[in-house]
């Protein structure tokens, strides 16, 4: 997974952005305590502050803090923003032009350790090239051999630029290209390319395995696929696993004065060692997006995601574990044929999906015919010091998933060490010197752990400013941990994603976190609308969100352009802009001891932001995973007008997972066809759905840049399981190894429920159930509330085990809401299957009935009637859910004497449960 990493689609370069930056800054009586701070006061969340810097920040990948406390940070379009406390303001100061299909795009930047001497700042992306546009497919296409994927291989490239003082910018024009790590291109994901510095000057490049994680027949285990006509891409062991790659590997070079390049001793592998590549330290990773070097120690440490396996498989291997490390040695991590606990992954015959042997992590041997190195890897693998999954019943540390909720996500952080010299008031207590701080993506929060020595045990896990703390005190909370760095003022800095996928999130920021002892800093916020016209360009502003944790009286301050001064006035103000421009208009409270915060907005005059509206699909509508979606849209630009180019219209489609998303595939124009993956190859045991984006950027106006509009939608996927629900209220979820997704929600009783958020019924008129009852009970299906309108309702016969049962389903009008599941006291819910189209494109009745005439007379079940079938069940369906009872009564009707005749279905006693029966038949021809 890429932590969503997960932009599919970069924006246009040089669009405009309209987000909001703030800082809170010291006043005289801000003062550090001029005693000891104890271990206790260290520990008391109350004395800590969480500020908000900038909610500008795009899709926020990484960050860099210059040595005057400004911020430098980059989205993955190619935008290096920087961000100043002082002013409270935040510019896009480059675009660096890049490839920005799925995760690539612009990653990591980082300041030489000579920074102040040299000015030297490094960047590590993708570069344009020549590389077809959209997703390359999973298979070759028809008549081609194995030299076409030649046409998507490309590179990432780690390069320096200097920063140049006057401009407050990096030159482009300095570029060195430092070195190039070969990728297949087109395809998701893990791109790594974190950098770091020892203490020896040596720098450190994190690279991913250029992998999907839903590679045909991976289903969450290793993604080793070299079958015959499939894509190299994915096998994980032609580059992680891979002695002679540079891919899935933490690289350890010398940079040289003219940006060349040597190997320092010391490496994995010696140089000129045959299949090799001598700037391997660590090879066998799978993204590790994070690491760090501790300054004192040198230790090097890395957070490293895993596969999406729920749960073990005896023929397949582990479960999907993520992994933290420390190390002062070269090493392998082990990945793709060992992960987590050194368990070992099956050599799966992927042609044929059956299983081989297990891989020997003491000495593992690369078959892939993709592989240009050593077959047999003199390295064993190395065991992380911690690692977690998605089973409760096998985590040797559960602080690790008790501190929060949902998928694993792994950061690695900074090591803090304490300054007694350092006099800046929110630095840090000497309780955390030589602590390493750890940010997890997915759930939430935030951890610092004590390690004993560079390659010892974690010995202590530690929960800093918890979730709860931060939700009582009415801070922003964690969302989507991307970067952390101490700062030399001894603050600690977070760069955050936020929740949504693929482009700018409303939660999405910048933070800083003080040590700071009693009176906190007041909470600055405001709208203006609008953000963006042509001029003379009215604003209003509107600070009432505004507030102070003590409660106290704010006074306000305004500076309309970014640039001027403040002026006090109220919380609500006007301003008119009548020259075109972009403008930063500040936002200064300040509390009754002087504490204040800023916080900024971006103003567009003279181009208004494109709206963007999907019309089709429905948000939450339905579909199977390899259905083709129609999409469609109503774009709206002030400048473009008529003129709307629908060639500036670009979508992208993700397979989302817990709280991240892989990219799935690229594509352009205002309407069309999604082709959706025909698997998300994450394994039963793993909630996954679709996020469909779709953005337009208008040709701006003149000297005012582009402006960019999105609109999204997710898409649920027909089978839910009853353990993937929003909310449970009552009941439980256990371990069921005869569930279908291994887990059920059990002890229903009457009076609980469990909901699902964001779906929509267009296009479904049934659901099945699966669920077990031994002493019978009604489920009840209701909308948006536990006591809502009833929508379905299906009773349950007594039995032992597992019963599947049906209902059709009421209108719901086309509305995106709410399920609620209820029961009368008893049940064990397993999943529901819901029936019918969807939002995927479908055959019509006419052709339906057409297809029914002309194939009626046969008498085998072969590809005609399996059509046959499908076409009726379609026609059925559509009567239904246009609510044409009689019609489908009939096509029901028709549907069963054919069904008995070519399908052998037996007769259950009613058509509901006929109809579905019948159709699960034809489903299995398929299969």
Not at 8 to 17: E, H, K, N, P, S
Not at 168 to 184: F, R
Not at 260 to 288: D, K, Q
Not at 331 to 340: D, E, R
Request: negative net charge; aromatic residues 10%; proline residues 7%.
């Amino acid at each position: 997974m890429n932590p969503a990493p997960r932009r599919l689609l970069a924006l246009v370069a040089g669009t405009v952005l309209l987000s909001a930056t703030a800082v809170a800054l010291p006043a005289t009586a801000y003062a550090h305590p001029d005693h000891p701070v104890s271990d206790e006061q260290a520990t008391d969340w109350n004395n800590y502050e969480r500020i908000t810097l900038t909610k500008s920040v795009g899709e926020p990948i990484d960050m860099a803090i210059l040595p005057d406390g400004r911020i430098l940070h980059t989205a993955r379009n190619g935008d290096v923003r920087m961000t100043d406390p002082d002013s409270g303001v935040t510019e896009v100061i480059n675009n660096i032009p890049v490839y920005a299909n799925s995760e690539d795009g612009l990653q990591t930047i980082h300041l030489d350790p000579a920074f102040e001497e040299n000015n030297w700042v490094y960047v590590f992306y993708a570069p344009p090239l020549d590389t077809p546009s959209g997703s390359a497919p999973q298979t070759l296409p028809a008549g081609a051999d194995e030299s076409y994927w030649d046409t998507w291989k490309g590179y990432n490239q780690l390069s320096r630029f200097k920063w140049d003082e006057e401009a407050d910018a990096l030159d482009l024009s300095s570029e060195q290209v430092i070195i190039k790590v070969d990728t297949e291109r087109g395809q998701c994901c893990h791109v790594g390319g974190d950098i770091a510095f020892d203490s020896a000057g040596h720098l450190y490049l994190a690279t991913g395995d250029n992998t999907p994680a839903s590679a045909p027949g991976a289903n969450g285990y290793a993604p080793n696929n070299d079958a015959p006509g499939y894509n190299p891409g994915y096998d994980a062991r032609r580059s992680a696993g891979n002695t002679n790659d540079l891919r899935g590997k933490i690289l350890r070079i010398t940079v040289q004065e003219d940006g060349s390049y040597t190997v320092p001793e010391g490496n994995l592998f010696e140089p000129g060692t045959e299949g090799t590549r001598p700037e391997i330290y660590v090879m066998g990773v799978r993204n590790p997006f994070r690491m760090e070097i501790d300054p004192k120690t040198d230790a090097l440490t890395w957070g490293d995601y895993g596969p999406d396996a729920g749960t073990a498989n005896p023929q397949r291997g582990p479960m999907g574990y993520v992994e933290w490390q420390s190390t002062s040695r070269p090493l392998n991590a082990g990945w793709p044929y060992c992960h987590g606990p050194n368990a070992a992954y099956n050599e799966w015959d992927f042609a044929s999906s059956t299983p081989g042997e297990f891989f020997d992590c003491a000495a593992p041997v690369n078959n892939s015919r993709w592989n240009t190195g050593l077959t047999e890897i003199p390295v064993p693998a190395t065991e992380p010091q911690l690692w977690y999954g998605d089973s409760a019943d096998d985590q040797p540390w559960p602080e690790l998933t008790d501190f929060g909720g949902g998928g694993q996500g792994p950061m690695g952080g900074p090591f803090y060490h304490y300054d007694p010299d350092n006099t800046a008031p929110g630095k840090f207590p000497e309780y955390w010197d030589g602590k390493v701080f750890f940010g997890e993506f997915s759930q939430n929060y935030m951890a610092a752990f004590t390690i004993d020595g560079p390659d010892g045990e974690v010995t202590k896990i530690e929960n800093f400013l918890p979730e709860e703390h931060l939700d009582s005190i009415a801070a922003p909370p964690w969302r989507g941990i991307m970067d952390m760095e101490f700062g030399s003022d001894g603050s600690l800095y977070v760069l955050e994603y936020g929740t949504g996928f693929f482009q700018e999130n409303p939660d999405a920021g910048l933070y800083r976190i003080d040590y700071a002892e009693g009176n906190k800093s007041p909470q600055a916020s405001f709208t203006a609308t609008p953000r963006s016209g042509q001029a003379p360009l009215t604003v209003e502003f509107d600070a009432l969100a505004s507030s102070d944790p003590e409660g106290g009286e704010l006074t306000y301050e305004w500076d309309f352009t970014g640039r001027g001064e403040f002026s006090e006035g109220g919380v609500t103000a006007s301003h008119t802009y009548t020259e075109e421009g972009q403008y930063f208009p500040r936002l200064r409270v300040t509390d009754t001891s002087g504490k204040y915060t800023l916080i900024s907005l971006a103003v567009v005059v003279g181009n208004t932001a494109p709206e963007v509206e999907l019309t089709l699909p429905a948000d939450g509508g339905f579909f199977d995973w390899g259905d083709p979606v129609p999409y469609d849209s109503v774009i709206t630009d002030v400048e473009d007008g008529d003129a709307i180019d629908c060639d500036r219209a670009a979508w992208q489609f993700g397979i989302g997972h817990d709280g991240h998303a892989h990219p799935g595939g690229t594509g352009a124009g205002c309407s069309g066809t999604i082709p959706t993956p025909s698997d998300s190859d994450h394994g039963e045991t793993e909630n996954t759905y679709g996020i469909f984006l779709l953005t337009y950027t208008d040709a701006g106006d003149g000297d005012v840049p582009p402006a960019t509009g999105d609109a999204s939608v997710y898409l649920t996927p027909k089978l839910r399981e009853a353990e993937w629900a929003g909310e449970i209220n009552g009941g439980q979820i256990v371990d069921d190894s005869t569930a279908s997704g291994q887990r059920k929600v059990t002890a229903l009783e009457a009076g609980d429920w469990i909901s699902f958020d964001r779906f929509n019924f267009t296009g479904i008129s049934g659901v099945t159930l699966r669920a077990a009852a031994p002493a019978g009970a009604t489920v009840t299906l209701r909308w948006n509330a536990p006591d809502g309108p009833v929508i379905g309702e299906i009773p349950l016969e007594a039995a032992d085990g597992y019963v599947s049962a049906s209902t059709f389903l009421e209108d719901t009008g086309g509305e995106t809401g709410s399920l609620y599941v209820t029961t009368t006291g008893g049940v064990e819910l397993d999943s529901l299957l819901f029936r019918g189209n969807g939002v995927a494109e479908s055959v019509g009745a006419d052709e339906g009935l057409d297809a029914l005439a002309e194939t009626v007379a046969a008498t085998e079940l072969d590809g005609r009637v399996e059509k046959l079938l499908s076409n009726k069940v379609s026609v059925a369906t559509r009567h239904h859910g246009n609510g044409k009872g009689d019609l489908a009564i009939t096509e029901l009707e028709e549907f069963q004497d054919l069904a008995r005749d070519t399908a052998n279905v037996p007769d259950s006693g009613t058509a509901e449960n006929l109809f579905w029966a019948a159709q699960e038949v034809i489903e299995s021809i398929d299969e």
